[in-house]
């Protein structure tokens, strides 16, 4: 089928009052053949006669419709197994993003295999933290001195999947780990039939499994596969599906210390201590409350009412409150961020209002993913004190310790003052999501520790003495 005719037929489909969530074209005897996949209770007859009516100028297009159970699908046992259920094919629609994408993760997985051969023992998603695990077999690499070829193994992995990466376009962001055994409390699915196999038990008992369809949800931002696969009932020809603005209520802890500089006193010692508490309002929306406390009699609270899509970005409002040494400085403003691959566009304007000065001010910071577990940031922002700053985050990602990060930044400001801090955060509630989805999915930035906007020379002098 020629892709005007595809699109017509996509067109077609998008129409239909009853869900479809999935159409191949596939050549078959006696002509092309399109599929209709559905989970429509009301059955084929009363679809196939929708379908008719708003075919138009294609009526003489063969069809065939198909109904699922979606609790059958969710029983899959790997994406090969859920997408081998609808057979072969070109996919014509596909709105959610389901299938394409299981396909193009069983494809992967054949890439490896075709690259490594048995030296794959097997492959898996790791969706909370957005990872392509590759298990090796231990005993083909049993010799003391084998190093190099494990060096070697683990670069064909990282080639294959570069190479898979560049061959499909669109193709959507996975950190790879490679190992020789499945890491303990993590739920996994298996990508390919090779990685479900009985033989396979011993490694198999040490999963949790969530089972397909909790996997494919938390990947592709969905509740379930029956909620994706229902979902053309109401989002009719919208490419895509909204993932939750809070992927599941969160604490974060964060902690540092370092020096304030300017205003007559030199490398002078500071630290404080912060809290953030985030929660789902709704499936699209979120709320999160800030909290600190620290030296130079520091308090703050500030809180986010924000919309997120965290494949495409945030947009909200944000208000805090600060003072020290008795300088105060209070913020209203709206922020919004912009998420495209490895970087984060962040950016607010609002007013402000405090000791040091009162007007409007304004804000943009990039942030770099080098790796899903290490951001680079650079920033600054306009107003009755304006400043310059960059700050690094990276997470260990320790089995022990999946929460931790560690930080450092730095800021110089339009009134002569500057200031280091580094320390550590840790969240609660994340599973371990890596830093790029836990900035992303659970929690928007800290709105405190603003000391620029209210260290002017006397609040630094007090905080002295």
């Known amino acids: 089928m020629e ?25 078959a005897r006696g002509g092309g053949l399109l599929v209709l996949h559905t989970t429509d209770r009301a059955g084929a007859a009363t679809l196939s006669g929708q379908f008719q ?51 193009a993760l069983t494809a992967c997985a054949a890439d490896l295999r075709a690259a490594l051969g048995d030296c794959v023992d097997g492959v898996y998603v790791d969706s909370n933290r957005r990872a392509l695990l590759v298990i090796l077999d231990r005993k083909h690499f049993a ?102 603005a809070v992927a599941a209520p969160n604490i974060g802890l964060i902690a540092g210390g370092g020096f304030l500089n300017g205003g007559g006193i030199s490398n002078q010692g500071w630290g404080a201590v912060g809290v953030k508490a985030t929660v789902p309002l709704g499936e699209h929306f979120g709320g999160q409350i800030d909290a600190a406390v620290g030296g130079d009699s520091y308090t703050g609270v500030g809180g ?89 985050e990276w997470q260990p990602a320790l089995q022990s310790i999946p929460g931790l990060s560690l930080f450092a930044d730095g800021q110089v400001s339009s009134n002569g003052n500057s200031r280091v801090l580094a320390g550590l955060k840790y969240y609660f509630g994340t599973s371990g999501a890596s830093l790029k989805d836990r900035d992303r999915k659970y929690d928007p930035d800290f709105s405190l520790f603003n000391t620029q906007g209210l260290a002017s020379t006397q609040g630094y002098i007090q905080g002295t003495n």
């Open 304 to 392: 986010h009412l924000f919309w997120r899509d965290p494949s495409v970005g945030l947009l909200g409002v944000v208000a805090s409150t600060e003072s020290m040494s008795g300088s105060t400085l209070s913020r209203f403003a709206v922020e919004g961020e912009v998420y495209k691959n490895d970087f984060t566009l962040r950016g607010e304007v609002g007013g402000e209002t405090g000791t040091i000065g009162s007007g409007a001010f304004g804000g943009v910071d990039v942030t770099f993913y080098a790796k899903p577990t290490l951001a680079l940031a650079l920033g600054g922002e306009l107003g009755p004190v304006s400043v310059g700053r960059a700050s690094v």
């Open 3 to 27: 892709r005007q005719g595809q699109r017509e037929i996509a067109a077609a489909i998008a129409k239909l009052k009853s869900p479809v969530f999935l159409a191949k074209w596939s050549e």
């Open 143 to 244: 010799a003391a001195g084998d190093v190099a070829e494990r060096v070697a193994a683990m670069d064909v992995v990282g080639n294959t999947v570069k190479a898979w990466r560049a061959s499909r376009a669109g193709s959507f962001d996975l950190s790879v780990r490679i190992g020789f055994e499945l890491p303990d409390g993590i739920a996994l699915a298996a990508v390919d039939r090779g990685s479900e196999r009985a033989t396979r038990r011993s490694l198999m008992q040490r999963l949790r499994k969530p089972g397909i369809a909790a996997t494919l949800a938390s990947l592709l931002g969905l509740g379930t596969v029956a909620q994706a696969v229902a979902a053309d009932a109401t989002l009719g020809s919208t490419p895509g599906v909204l993932a939750p």
């Open 53 to 103: 009516s708003v075919l138009g100028s294609n009526r003489d297009v063969r069809y065939r419709v198909t109904v699922h159970r979606p609790a059958r699908l969710g029983r899959s046992k790997s994406l090969q197994a859920l997408v081998a259920t609808f057979g072969a094919g070109e996919i014509i629609h596909d709105p959610t993003g389901v299938i394409r994408r299981a396909e």
